[in-house]
């Protein structure tokens, strides 16, 4: 009986550890700890273009991460991206003539959305829009203008 | 003439043979979890012999295998200057393949191969039959318990091998090479996704578990009842259970990663 009842102990002892350890995993090495669940509010924004912007990808605020981007759809009739950014409730003082821009983290890091506060005295809520936007900047893009405006300055030398 | 295409025929008829077997071996195990639930102290006694006593050899290795993957990011990682995403290396493939995979290898040699020693001594030495001429249903009695702790043991000797490689990790990453202990876990907390890696590698753990106990009862069950046998079906067992684990890893991978 004693015997059983060790084996008992031990048996709840590995059973513990094994959930113990999957709560780990999901709490401490995943998201899951820093992902806000349904409280939050969503806005919109509209880009000429994301470059490689994914959904899941931060919104940050004085480069502090506020929400995430939780769509990104393409509106046929204007040609642009409408990204939906999912801000978390704590942030609800963002002011609604804020400017959003897309960033890179580093050379080849992520790409990531940041917000300017604008002077607005109304706040952003469900549902509005981040009328300001810059797009992402796309190398060969910049790389395209530098050699053309090289171009330009060889034609004025002649 | 025709002898060749007679061999490849019973070949045939001898594999499909197997096949059958296993799977009504299967469907008896399964129709057993029901007379199970009257009778928990059967599967404590297969959880302590399939799990706990797995468990040493899957926490040493889970920490040495997260130390050393620390060790051989930093270096790859520190050349390009990204030495901070050593936690996201680490985990990732910890959390996606090597917890998983890792630990099904240990589990078949550990766990596998004595239950299909243990089987085959059984049908050996006549204790299965015996059973049988008692009317108790051997498959449904031994084999079921087994298969149980089998499926339920293999997650969580899997979660235990991630959770400890990466500690492991941590400690060589940041006590060892100097990574920043901030960077270390934020990274990792911002790539690993609960969904999409940590879901994902629990999914594969199951499918690992179920597969590496139904080759060992199988082998067990039907081995050929010698001495030379039985340690015919245990070494079949192990080298059965390693291939079809890393066959279905890549084919689980390719599904569940592949987009």
Known sequence: MRNSRHIEILVGAFMAAGLVALFFLAMQVSNLGSTSTGDGYRVTARFDNIGSLKVRSPVTMAGVRVGRVSAIDYDSTTYEAVVSLHIEGRFDQIPEDSFAKIFTAGLLGEQYIGLDPGGSESYLTEGGELALTQSALVLEEIIGQFLFSKAQEGVKDE | ?259
Not at chain 2, 28 to 40: E, K, N, T, Y
Not at chain 2, 65 to 79: A, D, K, P, R
């Open chain 2, 1 to 259: 003439m025709l002898d060749p295409l007679a061999r490849l025929g019973r070949a045939g008829i001898d594999t499909l043979e197997q096949i059958g077997r296993g799977h009504l071996l299967l469907l008896g195990i399964l129709s057993g979890f029901a007379d199970l639930a009257r009778r928990p102290r059967l599967l404590i006694a297969q959880l302590y012999a399939v799990g706990v006593l797995s468990l040493l050899i899957v926490a040493v290795s889970g920490t040495f295998v997260g130390m050393v993957l620390s060790l051989q990011g930093y270096y790859i990682l520190s050349q390009f200057g990204a030495e901070q995403t050593l936690g996201v290396m680490v985990a990732a493939s910890l959390v996606r393949e090597l917890g998983p995979v890792v630990a099904a290898l240990l589990f078949a040699g550990r766990a596998g191969s004595a239950l299909t020693a243990e089987i085959g001594l059984m049908a050996a030495t006549e204790q299965l039959s015996g059973l049988e001429m008692m009317a108790v249903n051997p498959v449904k009695r031994i084999l079921a318990p087994r298969f149980l702790a089998g499926f339920i043991s293999m997650p969580l000797l899997a979660a235990i091998f991630s959770a400890l490689g990466v500690v492991g990790g941590y400690f060589v990453g940041v006590g060892l090479l100097g990574v920043d202990d901030g960077a270390f876990w934020s990274q990792m907390q911002a790539k690993i996704d609960l969904q999409g890696d940590v879901r994902n590698g629990v999914i594969k753990s199951l499918v690992f578990g179920f597969v590496c106990t139904w080759i060992a009862l199988f082998q067990g069950y039907y081995a050929v009842p010698t001495a030379e046998g039985v340690s015919r079906a245990t070494t079949r067992t192990v080298v059965h259970s390693s291939l079809a684990v890393l066959g279905l890893d890549f084919i689980l991978t390719a599904l569940m990663f592949g987009d």
